[in-house]
Nanobody, 113 residues
Framework: QVQLVESGGGLVQPGGSLRLSCSAS????????MYWVRQAPGKGLECVAS?????????YYSDSVKRRFTVSSDNAKNTVTLQMNRLNAEDTGLYYC?????WGKGTPVTISA
């Protein structure tokens, strides 16, 4: 059974940082893509970052987070991490770890002074 468990969300002031982690199990964690998708209050889903966990480790970022967020993976630990810097109010939302066929339950991120 595939499980994706996110952690690391919380309340941060504007300009601050958070580090989200996704622990994966139930599938072979050495091929394909993993994604971080967020949903802001009252808005739709937005894929903010993705990483190819196979060879090469290609990364993708949405324009809204480029140069502020960094996605990485540790195949030995079956984890995907999203380092988020220079956070602003528009980054508030529920952040999901997904491989599209399977989704975690999300971890909430709130940016507020």
């Amino acid at each position: 059974q595939v499980q994706l468990v996110e952690s690391g969300g919380g309340l941060v002031q504007p300009g601050g940082s958070l580090r989200l982690s996704c622990s994966a199990s139930g599938f072979t964690f050495n091929t394909g893509w993993m994604y971080w998708v967020r949903q802001a209050p009252g808005k739709g889903l937005e894929c903010v970052a993705s990483i190819n966990i196979g060879r090469g480790g290609s990364e993708y970022y949405s324009d809204s987070v480029k140069r502020r967020f960094t996605v990485s993976s540790d195949n030995a630990k079956n984890t995907v991490t999203l380092q988020m810097n220079r956070l602003n109010a528009e980054d508030t939302g529920l952040y999901y770890c997904t491989r599209m066929s399977d989704w975690g339950k999300g971890t909430p991120v709130t940016i507020s002074a």
